[in-house]
């Protein structure tokens, strides 16, 4: 009698390895490496999944998942006091600070965002949008010319009339836009990638979250080679997770200087002998910055909102 063999095992289901291209509270949405899209939450109580991340992802039910493991990071961008962390991106190559001729912007907030990439060997590119306001956009240029002299590159535009001159500096990064709300981010996002607006408000129904008001990252693919995270607006940037040896080293112009001081220990804020306070006297760095560096040493944890 012919008799086919019973089956009696499941077939193992395989974990697969995918991006996280937005994350919404503790649901991620994860990109596989075949295109898919799944809905995935991580494994346990267990946090600290950033936009970018590429994860590894036990598939359940149709289109949702499980993470299992983050896989190891290039870089991890993100804020912190002295009690928690927000995660901003990982594995990202530029770092895009957007500020506008108007409102104004906070010279404090750049200078960390800048500690902060400097940390994780990010590339930054400040970027003043709004430029079709003439007048204040000539003295809000005038004051980050200081960042051009210290090498940062800066570029002016008006996103909503031409994002062309942007797109070059995109091309073969994985960038990531910060700066305080208001700044034009979303409109860069929908100037650079039309069907954003589309997309976030489908998946935001999707996971039950309300109207997309960028409250939370989502990553866009421009090309092959280059894509974009659209982070939430911010007024802080709080910097506790950063050593406090490395943080004089995040304000570039501080770097001759390094290793110069009398004190092998020297903090840089009132020892005799200190090349910092040196060269301060000598005008060749500048007070403003150093007293930034002064806050974030003397304050391990600074305000965070």
Not at 29 to 47: A, D, F, H, P, Q
Not at 151 to 178: F, M, W
Request: aromatic content about 6%.
């Amino acid at each position: 009698m012919n008799s086919k063999r019973p089956t009696t095992k499941k077939q193992a289901i395989q974990s697969v390895v995918g991006q996280v291209i937005a994350t919404y509270g503790r649901h991620y949405e994860i990109e596989t490496l075949g295109g898919s899209l799944l809905t995935c939450v991580m494994r346990g109580k267990k946090g600290g999944v950033a936009c970018g991340d590429r994860v590894e992802i036990m598939p359940t039910t149709s289109g949702q998942g499980v993470i299992e493991t983050i896989l190891p990071r290039t870089s991890l961008l993100y804020r912190s006091d002295a009690f928690r962390q927000k995660l901003i991106a990982a594995n990202v190559t530029q770092l895009i600070i957007v500020v506008a001729a108007e409102p104004s912007f906070s010279e404090e907030l750049i200078d960390r965002c800048l500690v902060a990439a400097e940390d994780q060997h990010i590339q930054a590119l400040i970027l003043l949008n709004k430029a079709d306001l003439l007048e204040q956009s000539r003295a809000a240029a005038h004051v980050l010319s200081f960042y051009q002299s210290l090498g940062y590159p800066l570029l002016t535009l008006s996103a909503a009339q031409n994002i062309e001159p942007l797109k070059p500096y995109l091309r073969d990064h994985r960038s990531v836009l910060t700066g305080q709300s208001g700044m034009g981010k979303s409109t860069i996002i929908n100037a650079l990638i039309p069907d954003a607006r589309r997309a976030t408000m489908e998946i935001s129904t999707a996971l039950d979250s309300g109207r997309h008001t960028t409250t939370h990252a989502r990553l866009y693919h421009l090309d092959s080679t280059s894509s974009i995270i659209d982070s939430p607006g911010l007024q802080e940037f709080g910097l506790h997770h950063v050593d406090e040896n490395a943080l004089a080293w995040g304000f570039v112009e501080f770097r001759p200087y390094l290793g110069k001081c009398r004190f092998s220990n020297c903090r840089h804020i009132t020892e005799p002998g200190c090349a910092l306070l040196i060269a301060l006297n000598d005008g060749k760095i500048i007070e403003r910055r150093l007293a930034v560096y002064h806050k974030l040493r003397t304050s391990r944890a600074p305000d965070y909102k």
